[in-house]
């Protein structure tokens, strides 16, 4: 992994510590989501999901997620995070 990948995904854990994790579950030792809340992992490991797509998601209102305002770094960050913890 290139170094700035490492530094993106450090920005998008923080990020996922204050701005998800009261309703997702962040990571396989974090504790579980809200009901209805689909777990990082699970999301990352979504066949079609990409980084961009994450960050398409992030910048589009949904019922049932409240509308974040996240900078462009924490968004490339969270997309990274994200994406970090797919299956292989």
Do not use: W
Not at 28 to 34: D, E, H, Q, R, S
Not at 44 to 49: H, Q, T, V
């Amino acid at each position: 992994m290139a170094q700035d990948d490492g530094a993106r995904i450090a920005l998008g854990r923080r990020t996922a510590e204050t701005a998800c994790a009261q309703c997702h579950q962040i990571d396989a030792k974090g504790k579980p989501g809200n009901a209805g809340a689909p777990s990082f992992e699970a999301i990352a490991n979504i066949r079609s999901m990409t980084e961009l797509s994450v960050k398409v998601f992030l910048q589009s209102p949904h019922a049932s997620m409240p509308m974040l305002h996240l900078s462009t770094a924490e968004l490339d960050g969270l997309g990274a995070y994200i994406m970090s913890l797919r299956r292989r």
